[in-house]
């Protein structure tokens, strides 16, 4: 049947959906607009957190009646902004939404009331949304109000938006992002400790992006003693638009839009982050995170102005996995760790980072320079597989985004 495709529903809705078909009947115009409520979700990347990203389309007669994507936290929702562009035209359309319709009160209305009182005829989502507050029940709210509803069209595609807030509601984890930066001989520091620059201009730019859409950025003692970062997301350092079938291909940062920054998290297990570091000073807020309670540095830090919290682990360091939930609780759906060899490695090792993106840079450091992760293996078997999902220049270097595969 030229223009259809079959789609099968996932059985764990028939139990929870008595009215939902077994198989749902999706025609190329329906991935042809959840395709584009999946590009306006993308658009939300950097401004939506801690919320998820969504858009969301309103068709009517085959046309676009309505657009609309959450652009920023406690504002208005997808669904809702869609709504608004589409006014009296939503009656009897067509609603494709990246994420299930929200159905709790939180700081807006729940999005699916919203959709009945427009009365739209038709809801498809692209996937349940894994929050336990909503998780069908935004389904089943429009259900029952008489609206017909199916979930799964280009759910794969849905998911790579928000790894961070699916894992967070799922699993109580952020997603986690490692940086590094290495030469082309896979080296990221002198003997002597100097790692400054090792990438261009146009490379540290692009750290922007990675660091204006995360909530937290983790790194070393080691790192602020030797570098003294400020790690902030600044738009003036923001890097010309990415072009090509990149997600966020041509977004620019909104000239009335104020960057929320990270959270600072400094791994120090003996509370050696001086008073006067520079993260210190810098808009935002620091937590400095110990494997001994020290009173005395604690105090001098908290009157710095930083939150200091102790988490012992083994060895004397940090529990990297109690930190990750502690950020969780904390509504963190995902982290970007800017460190050294010993951390960047310890968290690969240690399979709490799902992505490692790695920029290298056209030049070579010597065999006696510090290799990019501390990540000692003896065996070819126990070597790891990573799948390499981006591969682009910026300026003149690589950067490499790698998939961790566990």
Not at 124 to 140: C, F, K, L, W, Y
Request: hydrophobic fraction near 45%; charged fraction near 20%.
């Amino acid at each position: 049947m030229p223009g259809r495709l079959w789609y099968t529903v996932r059985p764990k809705f028939f139990s929870q959906w008595p009215g939902f078909m077994s198989a749902t009947l999706f025609t190329s115009a329906d991935h042809q607009f959840m395709a584009e409520a999946i590009a306006l979700a993308w658009r939300g990347l950097y401004t939506t957190h801690p919320n998820p990203r969504v858009g969301c389309v309103l068709v009517k007669d085959g046309q676009v009646v309505g657009r609309g994507w959450h652009q920023r936290a406690g504002e208005g929702h997808a669904e809702v902004l869609a709504l608004h562009e589409a006014g009296a035209a939503a009656r009897g359309a067509t609603a494709y939404v990246s994420l299930e319709p929200c159905s709790h009160h939180g700081k807006t209305p729940p999005c699916a009331e919203a959709l009945i009182e427009a009365g739209v005829a038709r809801v498809i989502s692209a996937m349940e949304d894994p929050n336990p507050q909503v998780a069908g029940g935004g389904h089943r709210l429009l259900q029952a109000a008489g609206i017909t509803t199916a979930c799964g069209l280009l759910e794969v595609q849905a998911r790579q938006i928000n790894p961070g807030f699916n894992r967070r509601m799922t699993l109580g984890l952020p997603w986690v992002m490692v940086k590094s930066a290495m030469s082309a001989d896979g080296r990221t520091a002198m003997a002597s400790g100097e790692s400054q620059w090792i990438t261009g201009p146009q490379a540290r730019a692009d750290v922007q992006r990675l660091r204006a859409r995360v909530e937290a950025i983790i790194t070393g003692v080691e790192t602020v003693l030797a570098d003294n970062p400020a790690l902030t997301v600044r738009p003036a350092l923001w890097p010309q638009p990415l072009g090509g079938d990149h997600p966020h291909a041509g977004w620019s940062w909104p000239p009335d839009h104020a960057p929320v920054q990270p959270l600072r998290v400094v791994l120090d297990s003996q509370l050696r982050t001086p008073v006067d570091a520079g993260l210190l000073r810098q808009p935002g807020a620091t937590l400095i995170v110990g494997a001994v309670r020290d009173e005395p540095r604690a105090q001098a830090l908290a009157a710095a102005g930083a939150e200091v919290l102790v988490l012992p682990g083994a060895n004397g360091r940090v529990d990297l996995q109690a930190l990750l939930r502690e950020l969780a609780a904390r509504e963190v759906n995902e982290v970007l760790v800017e460190a050294g060899a010993v951390v960047a490695g310890a968290f690969l090792q240690q399979e709490l980072a799902q992505r490692w993106v790695c920029y290298m840079a056209p030049k070579l450091m010597g065999s006696s320079a510090r290799p990019v992760l501390d990540f000692p293996l003896h065996h070819m078997h126990e070597s790891r597989a990573l799948e390499l999902t981006d591969l682009r220049a910026i300026g003149q270097d690589i950067r490499m985004t790698f998939d961790w595969r566990p």
